[in-house]
């Protein structure tokens, strides 16, 4: 059973940084999709990024483009999301979130019903 850690999360000032990680375990294969997803209160969960761990093909959205960056360390099975010049609309629990699945394949990457396990969440404060 595939099981997600997100970490890294905290509060920042407006322009600052911080780098979120997901660890992925229970998943034997080398091929998948991790997603990040964030939730503002009372909003919609959005997705924000993804990567597909084989050729590390990677997906942006529009709103985070230039500033945000998901990577991953194949041999920790973690991947993560570089958060740059955050703005004070990037607040909200960040979600990782699994498919054994290309990213791209089937539904757009950021489609929700896309992925299979989520991670319980980490909270990133944007505030001055």
């Known amino acids: 059973q595939v099981h997600l850690v997100e970490s890294g999360g905290g509060s920042v000032q407006p322009g600052g940084s911080l780098k979120l990680s997901c660890l992925v375990s229970?998943?034997?294969?080398?091929?998948?999709?991790v997603a990040w997803f964030r939730q503002a209160p009372g909003e919609e969960r959005d997705g924000v990024a993804a990567?597909?761990?084989?050729?590390?093909?990677?997906y942006t959205a529009d709103s985070v483009k230039g500033r945000f960056a998901v990577s991953q360390d194949s041999a920790k099975n973690t991947h993560y999301l570089e958060m740059n010049r955050l703005r004070v609309e990037d607040a909200g629990m960040y979600y990782c979130?699994?498919?054994?699945?290309?990213?791209?394949?089937?539904?757009?990457?950021?489609?929700?019903?896309?992925?299979?396990?989520w991670g319980q969440g980490t909270q990133v404060t944007v505030s001055s």
């Open positions: 979130a699994f498919t054994p699945k290309h990213c791209g394949a089937g539904t757009y990457w950021w489609s929700r019903e896309k992925y299979d396990t």
């Open positions: 229970g998943y034997v294969a080398s091929t998948y999709c």
């Open positions: 990567i597909y761990s084989g050729g590390g093909y990677t």
